[in-house]
């Protein structure tokens, strides 16, 4: 335990260095062969993984350890928490149809919308029920609610509602409030995901030679919420640069967070709960992710269709809200005068969504509050657990 602190750390380079390219060169793909693509494109690594996944896992771990089981192959994924999977599955896919849906592609009202909202209404006690009684839950309610792993996975998941709130908006506003390519607004983000990555190793070797996490935490938790207190004060004519800058605090506040709560996590658990305590953060920081790119759709959508109907004039004013809802490309094929608009209406619905991202860090920064961590020590049980 005493060093995974600098594992962590060399893994943050991979996923820094990851992140760095991908939000660069995928915006390039989209101004030269289409955005599919930027889907396309990740065959080639996902299969390269594989290979890495296949010589590097030690043989002992993963399949192999059917060998040397006694049950059978069918018996183990008897064991398996399916039901539990199945309703959380259906549950985050209904409430992320519900969400953007409704009010964007369908009116609330339409049958779509309201199934899909009772759908998740019906899995999501459903879910809480089986998982309150499976042997081996996918989620494990006894582990949520319990301090301080519940506040720390919670933590996460609001971060990552945030934290992707920001990064799946801010190339909008780079395109659409100052007009730039899709390759620029994609390069933007390359110096974000490079300082995350630069605060990540850094947390990680700091963790490891001083034992500390909660102090990275809550310096995260505090550097995402001034990003979003910064980025919500986007004024009419504010520099490029500093614009870009805006979007480093959320980015260098994961950089932070993260690796110490994945540490802190595994610190006050038993050896037993380790391994579901490090996947069920996994779970809830995904959920988070896709929740970011939900939610903030469904924010920004809506208030964007309320200052369309607000700024846009003109004989074909509903053929201007149409086109520029279906693609941001036309807007530069607009008079100056509409342009402006557009713009105009854009740029107020993405203040809109950003100072929800203040809401969720306000959040995140209080469910810190309760935490308290022991200090890592080296080859010693910390807080009764085995290190």
Same mark, same amino acid.
């Given at each position: ?46 299969? =390269? @993984?594989?290979?890495? !996944?296949?010589? %590097? ?42 969400? +953007? ?12 919308? #309201? @199934? ?8 999501? &006690? ?5 998982? *309150? ?6 989620? &494990? ?18 971060? +990552?509602?945030? #934290? ?35 605060? @990540? /190793? ?18 995260? *938790?505090?550097?995402?919420? #001034? ?10 004519? $504010? ?20 690796? !110490? ?5 595994? @610190? ?6 380790? %391994? ?29 269709? !309320? ?12 053929? $201007? ?5 279906? *693609?941001?490309? /036309? ?27 203040? =809401?969720?860090?306000?959040? /995140?920064?209080?469910?810190? $509050? &309760? ?17």
């Amino acid at each position: 335990m005493e060093i995974r602190g600098t594992f962590q750390a060399y893994i943050n380079i991979g996923y820094g260095l990851g992140s760095a390219c991908g939000a660069t060169f995928g915006g390039y793909l989209c101004d030269t062969l289409g955005w599919r693509w930027a889907f396309g494109v990740q065959i080639p690594p996902i299969a =390269v @993984a594989i290979a890495i !996944a296949i010589f %590097a896992v030690p043989t002992g771990l993963g399949p192999c350890l059917m060998r040397t089981s006694e049950k059978s192959i069918w018996s183990i994924i008897a064991g398996f928490d399916l039901l539990g999977s199945l309703l959380l599955c259906t549950a985050v896919a209904f409430l992320i149809l519900f969400l +953007n849906l409704g009010g964007n592609v369908y009116s609330w009202q339409h049958p779509i919308v #309201i @199934a899909s909202g009772v759908i998740f209404l019906i899995a999501l &006690p459903l879910l809480l029920f089986v998982e *309150s009684r499976a042997a081996l839950p996918v989620m &494990p309610l006894k582990m949520l609610f319990t301090k301080p792993r519940g506040n720390l996975v919670f933590h996460n998941f609001f971060s +990552n509602v945030g #934290i992707n709130t920001v990064i799946f908006n801010a190339p909008l506003y780079f395109q659409v409030v100052k007009q730039e390519s899709p390759s620029m607004s994609g390069f933007r983000l390359a110096v974000p995901a490079a300082s995350l990555t630069v605060v @990540a /190793v850094t947390t990680g070797f700091f963790i490891t030679y001083s034992g500390r996490m909660f102090l990275p935490q809550l310096a995260g *938790s505090i550097s995402m919420l #001034i990003g979003a207190v910064c980025l919500s004060s986007m004024w009419d004519g $504010i520099p490029l640069w500093l614009a870009t800058l805006f979007v480093v605090p959320p980015s260098m506040g994961q950089g932070f967070a993260f690796p !110490a709560t994945s540490i802190a996590v595994l @610190a006050t658990s038993t050896q037993a709960e380790q %391994a579901v305590m490090t996947t069920t953060l996994g779970l809830w920081r995904s959920i988070g992710t896709i929740l970011g790119v939900a939610i903030s759709s469904l924010i920004l959508q809506n208030a964007l269709v !309320a200052y369309l109907e607000g700024f846009v004039t003109g004989q074909h004013k509903a053929d $201007i809200i149409s086109a520029v809802r279906r *693609s941001v490309r /036309v807007i530069g094929d607009l008079t100056p005068h509409h342009r402006l608009e557009v713009i105009r209406a854009y740029e107020a619905a993405l203040r809109i969504t950003f100072i929800s991202t203040i =809401v969720l860090f306000v959040i /995140v920064n209080l469910l810190l $509050i &309760p935490v308290k961590l022991p200090k890592l020590g080296r080859r010693r049980s910390v807080a009764g657990v085995d290190p």
